[in-house]
């Protein structure tokens, strides 16, 4: 019999790392041995994953010495870190940044260092085979310096060129874009769902014209999904993971009649006193509408296609 593959997943209790782990439990028990990392083993969210017959390991993405040790034996990994909860947090504690720092470089900062911990780590991981790093296209760069607040994707950019340069993954990397969440009108309201106005209609106000089609990921039905096909084929594509490309008059017509209300979309004027974070989505928004989610990179492609890596 031959000996299961042991398969890593950093961010094992966030949105993506769960909804990889769900499916390879479900779809590819025979394959992998899995192991979820976390900072607290404690949490209920560890426990949950747990609950499923995964193994969980403490980690930190600050501290290398903590990735080397829960990434060892690993054969496959897939990596994702997380910039939100820095920009919150400089937000509601600016006396934590530096001189010349705003929240959201600060953020950028400390992601850019989880990163090189990252590579730094699975470098060092002799046992590994395939790698699939979860990165975003950098506005800053696809831009040509345009959009240069949208620093949560420069960095993961950039982090994917310190994957890319290392010569200990040559031939092991992949890396899935992942489009704009369904669940984000749920989870982050304030920022992706439609209000109700004054009229009773249900208004859903972005800064995109509504007829530019954006890749919209199902996370928890298909990354898992596009992560296994990445596995499986040959190292060094950048794929697109959207489940659906909708415009965002599209995604309000479903969303209205899925809730029996009516709607109307309205595309929303740049707001030049926006809080850090603000400021970030909407460049965010006008970047994907001018230059796609992958910012024109050729070398990236979509689910649609993924029938052509399969072998
Ligand atoms: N919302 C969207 O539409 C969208 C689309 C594409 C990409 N993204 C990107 O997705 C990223 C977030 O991924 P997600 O949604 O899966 O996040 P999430 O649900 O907020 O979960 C964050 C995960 O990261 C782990 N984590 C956080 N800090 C860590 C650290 N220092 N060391 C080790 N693990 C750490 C957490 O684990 P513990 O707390 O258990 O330690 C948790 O598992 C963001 O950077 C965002 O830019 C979002």
Redesign the pocket.
């Known amino acids: 019999m031959s000996e299961k593959k042991v398969l890593v997943v ?9 909804a990889v782990l769900r499916y390879l439990v479900r779809h590819q028990p025979n394959t992998f041995t899995l192991r979820g ?4 083993p404690a ?1 209920q ?2 426990r949950d994953v747990q609950a499923l017959g995964i193994d969980i390991v403490k ?4 501290d290398l010495a903590s990735l080397k040790a829960a990434l060892s034996g690993a054969t496959h990994v897939f990596a ?6 820095h920009i919150f947090h400089a937000m509601k504690y600016p006396e934590v940044l530096g001189s010349g720092q705003t929240p959201l470089t600060y953020a950028r900062d400390i ?1 850019m260092q ?1 990163g090189r911990n990252i590579v730094e780590a699975l470098a060092a991981t002799g046992s590994l085979e395939r790698v699939v790093w ?1 990165t ?1 296209a950098s506005p800053a760069k696809w831009s040509n310096g345009k959009y240069v607040n949208v620093t ?2 420069d960095a ?1 950019e950039a982090i994917g060129d310190l994957f890319w340069a290392e010569e200990k993954l040559k031939g092991k990397v992949s890396m899935v ?5 369904l669940t ?1 009108a749920l ?2 309201p304030e920022l992706q769902a439609p209000k109700k106005q004054l009229d009773g209609v249900y208004e859903l106000a972005l800064l995109s014209s509504g007829d530019v089609p954006y890749p919209h ?1 199902d ?1 928890d039905a298909d990354l898992g999904s596009w992560v296994s096909a990445l596995f499986e084929a040959e190292a060094g594509i950048t794929l697109v993971g959207a489940s659906e490309m909708l415009t965002w008059k599209e995604w309000l017509q479903l969303w209205a009649s899925r809730n029996g209300v009516q709607a109307r979309y309205r595309r929303a004027p740049v707001d030049e006193s926006a809080t850090a974070i603000l400021k970030a989505v909407q460049e965010e928004f006008q970047f994907v509408e001018e230059y796609g989610l992958a910012g024109g990179n050729p070398e990236a492609i979509y689910p649609e296609e993924v029938c052509h890596i399969r072998s």
């Open positions: 950093l961010g094992a209790t966030g949105t993506q790392g769960g990392i976390t900072r607290n949490s969210a560890s980690a930190d993405n600050d994702n870190t997380d910039s939100n909860q992601e989880q979860s975003l949560m994707f993961k874009i992942v489009g704009f969440y984000n989870k982050m990921a996370v």
